[in-house]
């Protein structure tokens, strides 16, 4: 299973980014797909979650109405939309895929990106 994250960057507060995440060798559609971040010298934090159905997402509160996540089944692929963003927002972002019940614990995700670095200027 691989998971391939892209789309960061440097970028001035009140930009944009989008990330994706490309997943291949298991069955996309089965799992839910979560993004995480870890800036330097905190732990890795949850950021957004997305159903396999695409019918049910959660968002930390810090990033609640700024940030979109969305999923396409066809293409293996998830996406966020990242708007707004702040100086915080900084850190590196993770993809992960499992089955969580607990969405904002890693360690209920099987296979995670290897991180794409966001880096917001103030």
């Known amino acids: 299973v691989q998971l391939q994250a892209s789309g960061g960057g440097l970028v001035q507060a009140g930009g944009s980014l989008r990330l994706s995440c490309a997943a291949s060798?298991?069955?996309?559609?089965?799992?839910?797909m979560g993004w995480f971040r870890q800036a330097p010298g905190k732990e890795r934090e949850f950021v957004t979650g997305?159903?396999?159905?695409?019918?049910?997402?959660y968002y930390a509160d810090s990033v609640k109405g700024r940030f979109t996540i969305s999923r396409d089944n066809a293409k293996n692929t998830v996406y966020l939309q990242m708007n707004s963003l702040k100086p915080e927002d900084t850190a590196v972002y993770y993809c992960?895929?499992?089955?969580?019940?607990?969405?904002?614990?890693?360690?209920?995700?099987?296979?995670w990106g290897q991180g794409t670095q966001v880096t917001v200027s103030s």
């Open positions: 060798g298991r069955t996309f559609t089965n799992y839910a």
């Open positions: 992960a895929s499992g089955s969580p019940t607990n969405w904002r614990r890693a360690s209920e995700y099987d296979y």
């Open positions: 997305i159903r396999w159905s695409g019918g049910g997402t």
